[in-house]
């Protein structure tokens, strides 16, 4: 069965540097999310993408995160300055269709991200 | 502000049970409800429910949807120790810009 693919596993950074979060997304799905887990909490939703475009996106996705679609395979999530309460888990997830009427959201295994 | 809360927390059972999984959600601009199961890593996929009253079934897992009370459950009966997982429900609201908004899960746990 096809699935979403996130790499790395686990990234450490230290607080203040970029990161790169990598997706890639079922291949005939044309709708893209980015959701995090802080260790012990919900599940949050970050961003949708669709089209080249950003859909929505939450509170939580402020100036310092970027989503790109940089070819036809991969969605990026970037943080450009982290901070120590972004360490979580990041799980991108797609969907073949946007609407929500019939086509489920599928989740990779996720990044779990830790910021020293 | 969206809100999903799902009961119990946490439950333990034995091999063998049947239990029921609560979420009782209010979001604006509802579309549809998914229920994943979250083991060490990603959630999975379970079910999507866009309309009350139906139940949808696989295996030993079956759920329903009230969209008038605002409400669905998740059963799971003759249960396994493979099924000891966080449950996920889910509503999804929005049109383009859809999105889930998680409840905290339901930890299942089942002892042989």
């Known amino acids: 069965e096809p699935e979403v693919t996130q790499t790395p596993s686990h990234q450490v950074t230290q607080m203040g540097q970029e990161v790169i979060l990598r997706c890639v997304p079922i291949?005939?799905?044309?709708?893209f999310y980015w959701y995090r887990q802080i260790l012990g909490q919900k599940v949050e939703f970050l961003v949708s993408?669709?089209?080249?475009?950003?859909?929505?996106k939450s509170e939580i996705f402020d100036d310092q995160f970027s989503v790109e679609r940089p070819d036809g395979s991969n969605f990026t999530l970037k943080i450009r300055s982290t901070k120590l309460e972004d360490s979580a888990m990041y799980f991108c997830?797609?969907?073949?269709?946007?609407?929500?009427?019939?086509?489920?959201?599928?989740f990779g295994n996720g990044t779990r991200l830790t910021v020293t | 502000e969206d809100k999903v809360v799902q009961s119990p927390l946490s439950l333990v059972v034995h091999e063998g049970d049947t239990v029921t999984l609560n979420c009782s959600y209010e979001?604006?601009?509802?579309?549809?409800l998914l229920w994943y199961k979250q083991e060490k890593k990603a959630p999975t996929f379970l079910f999507m429910l866009?309309?009350?009253?139906i139940e949808k079934k696989s295996g030993r897992l079956s759920s329903i949807l009230d969209k008038k009370e605002l409400f669905s459950i998740l059963n799971i009966t003759a249960t396994q120790t493979g099924d000891s997982a966080v449950y996920l429900c889910?509503?999804?609201?929005?049109?383009?810009?859809?999105?889930?908004?998680f409840g905290k899960g339901t930890l299942l746990t089942v002892n042989p």
């Open positions: 993408f669709y089209n080249n475009e950003i859909s929505e």
């Open positions: 889910a509503p999804g609201s929005g049109g383009s810009n859809y999105k889930l908004t």
């Open positions: 997830a797609s969907s073949e269709v946007g609407r929500g009427d019939n086509s489920p959201l599928h």
């Open positions: 291949s005939n799905h044309l709708y």
């Open positions: 866009t309309s009350s009253g």
């Open positions: 979001v604006t601009n509802f579309r549809s």
